[in-house]
């Protein structure tokens, strides 16, 4: 018996992220890189995805995964940070790039809303914060992906397709692989016997 079929989700093909690029032309302005478009969920602005690594002397290498709010409609423009660690960054890349699966199981089994935690991300002044992305599946967004970010119980929630999902996955990849490929080498632990030559 032929199941009926379920709610349809987007596969059109986004352009891919293009590393190369060093900045793009958009209705507000030249924005850095080759970003993704997302949505700021409440005021409805447009922003666009910034990705950059800092070594941090305690936690290693840090993924800031930021939101570009440009001036639009009379506001002022506006960003937002969340800051990960490696192991936050691939779990955050993964559950992006397993967007349009996930939202179509959440269509297809009407779901509604889907969350994977990140978990608690770096704040900026060193305090904990909660970063989850969620997969939403209705009728108004035909699948899309939410990600939000609890800052001192304040959720900041941004809104994307699935396409510019996939591009801020890849973005967020290229920029913390090319961060740990520039990583400096650890210095060796004390040779104790090499040690003796140098007193």
């Known amino acids: 018996m032929a199941r009926a079929p379920g709610p349809t989700i987007s596969t059109r093909i986004a352009p891919p992220f293009d590393p190369e690029s060093k900045f793009v032309i958009t209705p507000y302005g ?3 890189g080759d970003p993704a478009q997302l ?7 447009t922003g666009f995805t910034h990705c950059a ?7 290693g290498l840090l993924l800031m995964a930021s939101i570009v709010i440009p001036a639009q409609d009379g506001a002022e423009g506006g960003g937002h ?5 490696v192991e936050q960054a691939r779990d955050f890349i993964s559950y992006l ?3 349009p699966d996930w939202a179509g199981v959440a269509a297809e089994n009407k779901v509604g809303l889907f969350s994977k ?15 989850a992305v969620r997969f939403v599946s209705d ?3 035909n699948g899309s992906v939410r990600i939000e970010h609890v800052l001192g119980g304040v959720t900041k929630a941004f809104r ?40």
């Open 30 to 32: 030249a924005i850095i």
């Open 39 to 45: 949505t700021e969920v409440g005021s409805g602005r």
């Open 53 to 59: 690594t800092a070594a941090d002397k305690n936690r």
């Open 81 to 85: 940070s969340m800051m990960m660690s």
């Open 97 to 99: 790039r397993k967007a």
């Open 117 to 131: 935690p990140i978990g608690d991300v770096i704040g900026v002044e060193g305090d904990a914060e909660h970063l």
């Open 139 to 141: 009728e108004q967004s």
């Open 160 to 199: 994307l397709s699935i396409n510019p999902a996939q591009k801020f996955a890849a973005q967020a990849e290229f920029v913390l692989e090319k961060g740990l490929a520039e990583m400096p080498e650890a210095a060796p632990a004390e040779d104790v016997q090499k040690s003796k030559l140098f007193e």
